[in-house]
């Protein structure tokens, strides 16, 4: 946390020292007024002390004023710094670092329990300067007036810090409860959302409804069970007070009676009784609160205290030589404690410049394969090498910028179509931006829009259809003028006539970039200067399409089933308009 | 969507006043519970102020008249102390009471709002989802209901007991001097000024800092989603930097609003102070003058100090409820939302054939209750029912999403009962559009073309029943938390075990379900995370296939899946689409090669038309597009 707010944080309660210092004398002098005051008819005495409350007063209230502005800044700078540190990390986090916690619970982390904290942030900073000293300066000043009476208290007070810590206590796992039903009734409006089309469709509105209503039902119930508990404690205050009161006219009575007492005394005496058990009361409350936030506090520090998995070296090489790949008896696995690996074995190597095509097995074993390049995922055996160096001897942001990647999944975001593209290069110029949307075949599309490049795309680009955004990405990827070109199956929604065109601006364009093409149809690797045939996380084969076909079985089997009748692509784009 | 007036601190009375309104009618349902609340909440007020007037009498009747006896007799102090316990007790009861009530009425209301809400959602068209982003449907969900809940929990109560206090009280001070009341009078007033005044500030500060709040969600919520990609084109810092902008006009919004209800207490509470020193004084002028005694003005002292403490709570809650209503409204507006309009009165039922009685040689169709597999048409004030035969016809279709941008021109097309046809042709052509009209997720504007189903108007069929004809595989596919076998039988809730593994062999998704943990009960997350875009996808068409559609609507089903399986689904899709209306947008050979008519869409408009062998022949587009011959197309 920033020093300047460190300096708020204590300053506050200080200011509010002041203020309850001063709420505590009023009362005294109260009793003052009756007392001396009106018991000896002196008019200018009254005048005097009740002169002498109202400044009281008023420095109460410039305290108070400034107490409360000094928390807000407070408390607001705590959570500002919180945000602040919190998305620093997650940004610095590795994709394993992610997949850990999840991306939905991240957001939740970021939003929901820093509100969470940062209010009970602010209660705290409030209340707990307040609390304790009106609690010490109450009591001080029972005693002053009376000892005898204040002798009560020691009966009161621990009766209720008893039964606020019971409370509390028992409460806690009951609202850790609730909240789970929450987020699950919350995710189940979050699905909904997202999936309406496949809800409509099936015509399921009536049956989400009643899964919505068990689910709300759930929480209901949960929440009633908690809060019940909670309600207990006012009462119990209000009879530890009301009780209170009655011993102390009792007791106090008698001694006014005996004369051992003054009726202004009592009067005082009263007042801070209620002002003591109040006190603990919130301090009851304070405790109440962090114990329920407890949970939204822990989850945040959960992500604070998260190590990155990858980060770069302290020394790293800061330039990458050339777009040579080379994977060195290469073994990864998403667990690290999991028996099967994902890849077993890869060995790898292609040639600066070349074009190269992975074919087989499932998409996620051949998108794990290419995520090793950028390093994205460190290897759980064997080297990674990129320009003839091992990936881990790079600083990230160099060997980042030198491999572009386009994933299956095409993720833009807000903001206009150039914004969009300048990812890939924040000082591309206006030419660099049109030659590689040319050579991704958006730039024709991009100029039908009426607005052009600076054309607004919705959250996740809503406004442009599958196989537009995935020309976008295309480009985007394009305009880092890299050294290796990873395509992950990203020209499926894409025509082949529109693909080979791509294929052909890029070895126009890009020539010495190596290319790596992840596909599904045999068409789109066929021209490849090498291909590689995955199978069951391992190398079944290697070389080119000829060599393949008259040497390897499954790239015959893949190839032959898509020529007859199979799934040879007719070419035409994978989506419509929207 | 706050109005044009609600930018005020205090919004326009019309719109809280009916957001109150609604929200009383939500409450109106426990009418017998508030009174019994009502109750309560007096009873505990009471006891809050006779705990204060208790002083007085104490004073005056039996404590001062004693002073100085030698052997006073306590007796009668002792026994009014015991009324006061019993009281006391009482009070204590009903503030327990009160609140108990409160929580149960309150969880009620709240789950009333949120089924309406959820249930509203549900019958919301299309559109709507597409206009709205998720995370400002989601806060409905959450914040503003959130602020509900902390409303009717707490300051509701608190304003309730505040005012039954203020009013007792008022009324015992007035009792005691009614000069003295004048001056606490004055004093209030000021305070209440001051307060409004503070509250107007705050109400606009905390506006500014909930729309910076929302601003900062978003952008976190886009950014964590898409952290793949900003890892990949090394844009951290620059997000950093981007969340810093926001993260600061955040802090200073929120330092503005939370400085404003901070301060609001303290300045009551002193104001109060100085309060309370004015009545002393004058007091002390009235006792000194004889005209009041001690025990008087020990009492009313006490009242004074027990009447600014409600009245500072009131304007405190008096805020947070505000906000509160201007989110409920937010979410009364959601509820008031226009469902999907269905003017459809015909509807499809399952149908078998039976004897007809009045000729023995033919053959009626009877509506079943059960799942016959077998459709027919219901149409109201008929008797007969007519069997589905799957025929679609496109008449002259032109629609487009905005009224300016078209994106389907004339479009004809006429699929006979089983037939397949094929929809080909670029992208934004105006394929998905075209299924997107006949599922009526869009609606055709009036005179516009029009599309019927066995030369029944689109329009005039319940949309439900139309859906529940049309089978559909989409491009992207959504599945539910759940497992893998219930996410099948979303298809036909009705399915039995068997029909569900049939439908999940026949799209070949059977194997790999059952190399799962746990086979068909294994729990899949949300959009189907731990699977494979391809394993999604089987089970999407294992879905379609459970529900036996009669016409199948085929978006993009088998592009991500690998390449050996893909053939196997092939063959199995074809068997599902035997006997159905098929139409299928793709762009595998095999499926369009055995269409019955492949139609390609250029720009909205269809430019050639025919089956495989008459498109290549013409040597047109098709043949372009199949040949994959570089020729610039666009």
Known sequence: ?578 | MPGPGQRKGFSKPKNTRGTIKRLIGYMGKYKALWIVVFVAVIASASAGIAGSYIIKPALNNYIIPLIGHQHPDMSKFAQMLGVMLIVFAVGALATWGNSRLMVFISTNVLYNIRTDLFGKLETLPIKYYDAHPHGEIMSRFTNDTDTLRDMLNQSVPQLMSSVVTVVGVFVMMLVLSPILTFVVILCIFFMMLLAAKIGKKSANAYRDQQKNLGTVNGYIEELIDGQRIVKVFNHEDESISEFAVLNDNLCASGTTANTYANILMPMMGNLSHVQYALVAICGAFLVISGRMDIGTIAAFLQYTRSFSQPVTMMSQQFNSILNALAGAERIFAVIDETPEVDNGTIELVNAYEADDASASQRKRLVQSYAFTGEWAWKKPGENELEKLSGDVVFDHVTFGYESDKTVLFDVCMHALPGQKIALVGSTGSGKTTTTNLLTRFYDIPEGSGSITYDGIPLNNIKKDDLRRSLGMVLQDTHLFTGTVRENIRYGNLEASTVQVEEAAKLANADTFIRHLENGYDTVISGDGGNLSQGQRQLLAIARAAVADPPVLILDEATSSIDTRTESLVQKGMDGLMKGRTVFVIAHRLSTVRNADEIIVLEHGKIIERGTHDQLMAMKGRYYHLYTGNSIAVE
């Open chain 1, 1 to 578: 946390m920033e020093r300047k707010y460190i300096a708020y944080t204590c300053l506050s309660p200080l200011t509010m020292l002041g203020e309850v210092a001063m709420e505590t004398v009023i009362p005294y002098i109260m009793a003052l007024i009756i007392d001396v005051g009106i018991a000896n008819r002196d008019i200018n005495y009254v005048l005097k002390t009740g002169l002498l409350m109202i400044g009281c007063a008023c420095l109460s209230l410039a305290c108070g004023v400034a107490g409360g502005r000094l928390a807000a800044v407070a408390s607001q700078g705590f959570s500002h710094n919180l945000r602040r540190n919190l998305f620093t990390k997650v940004q610095g986090f590795s994709f394993g670092n992610v997949d850990k916690f999840s991306t939905a619970s991240l957001i939740t982390r970021l939003t929901t329990d820093v509100t969470n904290t940062q209010n009970v942030y602010q209660m705290v900073i409030r209340m707990s300067a307040r609390a304790p000293f009106m609690l010490i300066a109450g009591a001080v000043m029972a005693c002053i007036i009376n000892m005898k009476l204040a002798a009560l208290f020691i009966i009161a007070i621990p009766v209720l810090v008893i039964a606020i810590w019971l409370i509390g206590s028992v409460a806690y796992p009951r609202f850790s409860i609730m909240l789970e039903k929450y987020d699950k009734m919350n995710n189940t409006v979050q699905e909904n959302l997202i999936a309406i089309r496949a809800v409509k469709a099936f015509v399921r509105g009536r049956y989400e409804d009643e899964k919505f209503e068990k689910s709300a039902d759930a929480v209901r119930a949960a929440q009633v069970r908690a809060e019940k508990l909670i309600v207990l404690l006012m009462p119990i205050m209000q009879i530890t007070v009301y009780v209170s009161i009655i011993a102390a006219l009792w007791f106090g009575g008698n001694m006014i009676v005996a004369g051992t007492m003054k009726a202004g005394e009592l009067i005082s005496f009263l007042t801070y009784v209620t002002q003591i058990l109040m006190s603990l009361m919130m301090l009851g409350m304070i405790f109440v609160m962090l114990v329920l936030s407890r949970a939204s506090i822990h989850r945040i520090c959960e992500v604070l205290d998260e190590k990155s998995d990858i980060q770069s070296p302290s020394v790293g090489l800061k330039t990458v030589a050339d777009g040579s790949i080379d994977f060195e008896h290469v073994s990864f696995s998403y667990n690290k404690k999991s028996e099967t690996s994902v890849l077993n074995d890869i060995d790898i190597h292609i040639k600066s410049g070349q074009v190269a095509g992975i074919i087989g097995g499932t998409g996620s074993s051949k998108t794990t394969l290419v995520s090793l390049i950028p390093r994205l995922y460190d290897t759980l055996s064997g080297t990674v090498k990129v320009g003839g160096r091992d990936v881990r001897a790079y600083d990230l942001v160099p060997l980042r910028d030198s491999v572009a990647m386009v994933l299956q999944k095409n993720v833009l975001f807000s903001g206009t179509i150039r914004d969009n593209l300048k990812w890939g290069n924040r000082n591309a110029t206006e030419e660099q931006i049109v030659a590689a949307c040319r050579a991704a075949d958006a730039d024709s599309f991009i100029s039908s829009f009426p607005k052009g490049y600076d054309t607004e795309l919705g959250q996740g680009g809503v406004n442009v259809s599958g196989g537009q955004k995935q020309r976008l990405c295309i480009a985007r990827a394009l305009l880092k003028n890299p050294k290796i070109l990873i395509l992950d199956d990203s020209t499926s929604a894409v025509d082949t006539a529109t693909e080979s065109r791509i294929r052909a601006a890029l070895k126009d364009a890009h020539p010495e970039t190596t290319k790596i093409i992840i596909a599904q149809r045999i068409s789109s690797v066929k021209d490849a200067d090498i291909i590689f045939v995955l199978d069951d996380g391992k190398i079944n084969g290697y070389g080119t399409h000829e060599e393949l076909l008259s040497h390897n079985e499954i790239y015959r089997e893949v190839y032959e089933s898509q020529q007859t009748g199979g799934d040879a692509d007719i070419g035409t784009s994978a989506e419509g308009g929207n």
